[in-house]
């Protein structure tokens, strides 16, 4: 029945999956919206089956589709390995798109990647930054290889293991009352008011996990969706933040704001996340064992 399924309807089908429209897939395949069209109905029909619902002008998938997909994104990348296979100098091929949730794409990734681009001779990456829930997202739905994000993530089609770890701090204006204490106390930090970031953020997370459970009343006075904007509102006087110390560093040294060292188990674990169902090709399974040596290297 499917005998004739080619690798380019395969391709077509991923890229609708990715796009939702017929226009937006045919750019980034730098196709016609005609031959899009084609390439979709033609597989369509060979499967027997339509693999998206049409909901206005865009194209979700559906159940059919839903299991097509793994399968369809696995020949895809088996057919670079082919390719890869018969390249005589054995070099590291295809494009790893990796995501990151806000803090480790920012402090973390750039060096991991220098290190990953300086051991393997690999340039082909894309990293995608924003809050862990959308990043969860994006690999469920095939947009990327893999994630590294700060929280945990239960997501019953994701694997996650832990790859690093860092440290939460407190921090708070130069001219706060809390900063002429000698012990600050979490109850000293009772009816204050907390800048967070948006909700699916790591940072915002653990706050509402480590400290919020501790305090009898507290109040959001801002909700950020940058750690610099947060940086600086604290700064501003406008509440205390929680974030990253490896993010607030540069702020805590030239004054900016001021740590609060609180007598709390800060520090926070990095997790490394695929799909259960994703093929891993040489080049993802590569990146995946550089991350977990990669810790190890760097703490050593």
Not at 240 to 259: H, N, T
Request: hydrophobic share 40%; glycine share 4%.
């Amino acid at each position: 029945m499917a005998a004739n399924i080619s690798l380019k309807q395969l391709k077509v089908f991923i890229t609708i999956t990715q796009h939702e429209t017929l226009t937006s897939a045919s750019e980034a395949l730098f196709l016609s919206k005609a031959a899009v069209s084609m390439a979709l109905s033609e597989l369509e029909k060979q499967i027997g089956h339509s693999l998206f619902d049409r909901v206005n002008n865009r194209l979700i998938l559906n159940q059919e589709g839903q299991k097509l997909l793994p399968l369809a994104d696995e020949l895809i990348e088996r057919a670079q390995d082919i390719e890869q296979l018969f390249d005589n100098d054995q070099t590291l091929s295809g494009e790893l798109k990796i995501g990151a949730s806000d803090t480790i794409g920012n402090q973390v990734a750039p060096y991991l990647l220098s290190d990953f681009r300086q051991q393997t001779q690999h340039r082909s990456q894309s990293l995608f930054i924003s809050n862990s829930a959308l990043i969860c997202e994006k690999l469920v739905d095939y947009e990327l290889d893999l994630a590294l994000i700060e929280g945990k993530t239960l997501h019953p089609q994701l694997i996650s293991q832990q790859f690093s770890e860092d440290e939460m701090c407190v921090i708070c204006p130069p001219d706060s009352p809390l900063v002429k204490q000698t012990h600050v106390r979490v109850g000293d930090l009772e009816s204050s008011e907390w800048i967070l970031r948006e909700p699916g953020s790591g940072s915002r997370e653990f706050f509402l996990r480590v400290i919020a459970p501790r305090l009898e009343h507290w109040h959001e006075s801002f909700q950020l969706n940058t750690t610099e904007a947060l940086i600086n509102s604290v700064s501003a006087g406008l509440g205390l933040g929680c974030l990253s110390r490896l993010s607030a560093e540069p702020a805590i040294q030239d004054g900016r704001v001021v740590e609060l060292k609180l007598p709390l188990d800060m520090k926070r674990r990095y997790w490394l996340l695929v799909h259960k169902e994703k093929y891993q090709s040489p080049l993802l399974k590569t990146f995946i064992e550089f991350c977990y040596q990669w810790r190890k290297d760097s703490t050593s």
